[in-house]
């Protein structure tokens, strides 16, 4: 062939190619989304690497990847630190707003034993729900101010709402709707994207290294890395909530941070959560 | 419960084990805040533990020891439904107390 | 006071100018104007010392001897130096005090406490250590002196570094 029809052809070639791609609809890319086999994958990726490890003790993070931080975990779990936040979480879950309503209006079983549920999918607005927009979407909606999403009131009610869950399988359901496939395919996506200075994804410490230091710090596996949620880290001395976790992080590997709440965040969420399912509620959890 | 103190006693017949969790900033005066100006000390010096009154248990505390402080002791005798008085000073001569019933 | 007679009058005559002592001087930082009888005080001076040979001096009067009686239980390296668990136990008999000192804290006396008959001489406790350091524990036990001392290496310190 000559030189330039071969270049013709190449460059054909390549502009149907593109199209092609281009035109990859979500009818075709359902086709290959498959949160099932993914789960399945993930958590066979981690008890893999960790044989010894009880497949319900990844919820406790880098307490299960090493001796010397567990023991000091135990001894603290006997009366917690983060006592006084779930106290504090009850009774402001408990009072009324100005308009006589409560937190109970808002969630199915009055809010009660039901985090596991959390994120869902909401297929009239079209996007997932995490526990924490949900309530503060009950602040608005009984004429109240929204709580700052990285702050002690959302924290000390989200380990309410966790402790009344405690023990009970994490349980997402992605419902089949193309939106939803999206949002889980997005928050894996995010999940595996490298970003910031450091060019660190949430793989490259979660997924990598789990039971690796990175300076000092022992890091999580990702199985399970949202069930113990909020976590009351020694490193903050207080209780904090997963926005907070996600937007720090995000600072810690010198990238920009998205604003809590953010798809982004919510369809990591919602991804992280689908894969960790089965895997038991340990809320509120304690981290270094 | 208004107090700052936090219970668990605990009978096994014998010995009665006692965990206290104190809701308290134990500010050593070492450290600053954000402005760069000294946090000022603020801490409980002197916690004691009463049963059938007599004391128990004292803690003699400086800022060393942790926010939100924790000990953990037993005692010779006490049973379940019997009374414990817990009572706090701290360097600024505030106090709180506290009972608490022996499970 | 279930006592009668004329010496525990004094006592209490005593104790209450201890009480009005202390009152007097109440406006210092770090007296506690509640503590009044002289065996239940507050040792001042002992969070005052800046070496653990001076902080054991100013609690007990003494100094210690280490023996292999007193069982620390401290971390390797502390998940936070702001919060660090550390109990002692120990198998001697008549114990009186059990104390914890941290010697490369600002203030090298972080606990001490009193063990009255009846009580076991065993404590639970959460320290905060600034850097990596030594954690000494001193158990007084028959009217004498006995320690352990343990490395905790510390990466995040607990006095807000």
């Known amino acids: 062939m000559r030189p330039r029809s071969a270049i013709y052809l190449a460059s054909a070639a390549l502009a149907l190619a593109a199209l092609t791609l281009a035109g990859s609809l979500p009818s075709d890319a359902a086709d290959k989304i498959d949160p099932v086999a993914d789960a399945k994958a993930f958590r066979k990726f981690f008890t893999d690497k960790f044989p010894k490890v009880k497949l319900e003790d990844f919820v406790n993070g880098p307490y299960s990847m090493n001796e010397d931080l567990y023991r000091q975990w135990q001894e603290k779990e006997q009366f917690p630190p983060y006592e006084f936040s779930l106290e504090m979480g009850k009774e402001m879950f408990s009072k009324p707003f100005k308009n006589g309503k409560t937190y109970a209006d808002c969630f199915p079983n009055g809010g009660i034993g039901v985090r596991q549920n959390y994120p869902y999918f909401d297929e009239k607005e079209g996007k997932v729900i995490t526990l924490e927009l949900a309530l503060n979407r009950c602040r608005e909606a009984n004429g109240e101010a929204p709580y700052s999403y990285v702050r002690d009131e959302m924290a000390a009610l989200t380990a309410y709402m966790a402790f009344t869950s405690r023990g009970k399988p994490m349980d997402i359901k992605i419902p089949n709707d193309s939106r939803a496939l999206a949002a889980y395919e997005n928050g894996k996506e995010y999940f595996y994207t490298r970003r910031g200075q450091l060019n660190f994804s949430c793989a490259t410490c979660h997924v990598q290294s789990p039971g690796e230091r990175i300076r000092a710090e022992i890091l999580a596996p990702a199985l399970g890395i949202l069930n113990a949620m909020p976590i009351y880290r020694s490193e903050w001395s207080g209780m904090g909530t997963t926005s907070r976790r996600f937007t720090t992080c995000n600072s810690q590997i010198r990238g920009v941070p998205f604003s809590p709440q953010d798809d982004e965040y919510r369809n990591v969420e919602y991804y992280l959560s689908y894969v960790s399912n089965g895997l038991p509620i340990s809320g509120p959890g304690a981290r270094p | ?103 | 006071m279930t006592d009668v007679g004329f010496s525990a009058t004094r006592r209490l005559i005593l104790q209450g100018a201890g009480a009005v002592a202390l009152v007097g001087l109440g406006n210092l930082p770090f007296l506690a104007p509640a503590l009044a009888a002289a065996n239940d005080k507050y040792p001042e001076e002992a969070f005052k010392a800046k070496s653990e040979a001076d902080a054991i001096k100013a609690l007990y009067g003494k100094t210690a001897e280490p023996s292999d009686k007193v069982k620390m239980d401290a971390p390797e390296i502390a998940e936070n130096g702001a919060v660090v668990p550390i109990s002692v136990t120990t198998t001697l008999a008549d114990v009186t005090s059990i104390s914890f000192l941290v010697s490369e804290n600002p203030v090298v006396l972080v606990a001490s406490y009193k063990i009255p008959a009846g009580t076991l001489p065993n404590v639970a406790n959460r320290i905060k250590m600034a850097k990596t350091s030594n954690v000494i524990v001193v158990v007084e036990a028959g009217g004498k002196l006995y320690s352990a001392n343990k490395e905790v290496k510390v990466t995040v310190g607990g006095c807000g570094g």
Do not use: C
Request: proline letters at 3%; hydrophobic letters at 35%.
């Open chain 2, 1 to 103: 419960m208004a107090s700052s103190i936090r219970v668990r006693a605990t009978s096994s017949g014998e010995t009665t084990e006692v965990q206290a969790l104190i809701q308290h900033p134990m500010d050593s005066g070492f450290v600053k805040d954000a402005k760069g100006e000294i946090i000022p000390a603020h801490f409980i010096q002197q916690l004691t533990f009463e049963y059938d009154g007599k004391n128990v248990f004292t803690a003699d505390w400086g800022g060393g020891v942790s926010k939100d402080p924790y000990v953990k002791f037993a005692f010779k005798g006490g049973k379940k439904g019997d009374e414990l008085k817990i009572s706090w000073v701290d360097n600024k001569g505030a106090t709180d107390t506290t009972t608490a019933k022996i499970q």
